[in-house]
C-alpha cells in the first residue's frame, strides 16, 4: 500500500481564492482525520470520519472551512475564501477503528498571501 | 483549551545520553496514550503506545511511562542516536470511536 496519499503536496495562492486539498486513505481503513499544524497548538484536529460520515467537526475554524468524503478512498478539505492565518501544514490521516494508531500523510503545505 | 500539553519546545541531548520527552493532559477520561515522531517534510509516524490500565510500555530503545495520578507521562529513549532528532507529539484519546488530540510538540535535538 501506498500509505495516505496527499495533494497538493505545497500550494500557495492569494488572499481570497478557495483552496482544495484531497486526499486519499489506506485501503480498508474506515476512519479519516483533518489535522492542521500551528507552531502555537501543534496538531490541531479538525473533523474527522467514521465509515464516510463526518462525526465531529468542532475543530473547524469557521464556516470558510468544510470536509466532504463522499466514498471510502477520497476526501476533500476546502477553505473558502482563504485567508492568510490559513497558512499551515495541513495533514490527513487514517485508521482502522477510530482513534487507534494513525497513519498520516505528507501533508499540504499551504501559504496565503 | 489544549487538554493535551508539551510544556518544552525543544530538547537538547548528547549522543549516548538518555532523552526525556515530557507531555501532561487534563481529561482523566483518557483510555490510551501515543508519542508520534515527525521528521521535516513529513508526516508523523506511530512510535509508541500505552493503554491507561498501564504504568510502562518498552519497545527497544523507547519507553513510556505513564503516572495516571498526576496526568503525565513520559517518554524515555536510550541510548539517544542522531537519528532521533525529530519532532515528537505525545497523544490521547478518550475512547477508541472518539478523536486523538495532539499536544503541541517537543523538538528533539541529538548531537554527536
Known amino acids: 500500500d501506498a500509505g495516505v496519499i496527499q495533494s497538493p503536496r505545497h500550494e500557495v495562492t492569494e488572499m481570497g481564492q478557495e483552496v482544495t486539498l484531497r486526499c486519499k486513505p489506506i485501503?480498508?481503513?474506515?476512519?479519516l482525520f483533518w489535522y492542521r499544524q500551528t507552531m502555537m497548538r501543534g496538531l490541531e484536529l479538525l473533523i474527522y470520519f467514521n465509515n464516510n460520515v463526518p462525526i465531529d467537526d468542532s475543530g473547524m475554524p469557521e464556516d470558510r472551512f468544510s470536509a466532504k468524503m463522499p466514498n471510502a478512498s477520497f476526501s476533500t478539505l476546502k477553505i473558502q475564501p482563504s485567508e492568510p492565518r490559513d497558512s499551515a501544514v495541513y495533514f490527513c490521516?487514517?485508521?482502522?477503528?477510530?482513534?487507534?494508531?494513525?497513519?498520516f500523510g505528507a501533508g499540504s503545505r499551504l501559504t496565503v498571501l | 483549551d489544549q487538554q493535551v500539553k508539551q510544556n518544552s519546545p525543544s530538547l537538547s541531548v548528547q549522543e549516548g545520553r538518555i532523552s526525556i520527552l515530557n507531555c501532561d493532559y487534563t481529561?482523566?477520561?483518557?483510555?490510551?496514550f501515543l508519542w508520534y515522531k515527525k521528521y521535516p517534510a513529513e508526516g508523523p509516524t506511530f512510535l509508541i503506545s500505552i493503554s491507561s490500565i498501564k504504568d510502562k510500555n518498552e519497545d527497544g530503545r523507547f519507553t513510556v511511562f505513564l503516572n495516571k495520578s498526576a496526568k503525565h507521562l513520559s517518554l524515555h529513549i536510550v541510548p539517544s542516536q542522531p537519528g532521533d532528532s525529530a519532532v515528537y507529539f505525545c497523544a490521547a484519546r478518550r475512547n477508541q470511536g472518539g478523536k486523538l488530540i495532539f499536544g503541541q510538540g517537543t523538538e528533539l535535538s541529538v548531537k554527536p
Open positions: 485501503s480498508g481503513h474506515n476512519s
Open positions: 481529561n482523566s477520561m483518557f483510555d490510551y
Open positions: 490521516a487514517s485508521s482502522l477503528g477510530g482513534a487507534n494508531v494513525l497513519t
